[in-house]
């Protein structure tokens, strides 16, 4: 068996905090589709803002350390 991949705050693909960096890491897709993914749906919902849903991943995901990568 593979090692699993952990959810994390990307260290290496990181605009602001390395929230959908981290999400694109763990799903093993670009960083530049999970954020272009991750506008359309936070302009398309009324009912969330992104900007809250980012916030609260930033807070949950803990922070990739050097570990993460190996």
Aim: glycine share 8%; charged share 10%; proline share 4%.
């Amino acid at each position: 068996m593979g090692k699993l991949a952990k959810l994390h705050r990307s260290q290496n693909s990181r605009m602001i905090a390395g929230v959908m960096g981290g999400i694109a890491e763990y799903v093993g897709w670009s960083p530049t589709w999970v954020r272009l993914l991750f506008v359309i749906i936070s302009t398309l919902s009324a009912a969330v803002p992104g900007i809250l849903i980012y916030v609260l991943f930033w807070i949950v995901m803990p922070k990739a350390s050097n570990q993460s990568y190996q």
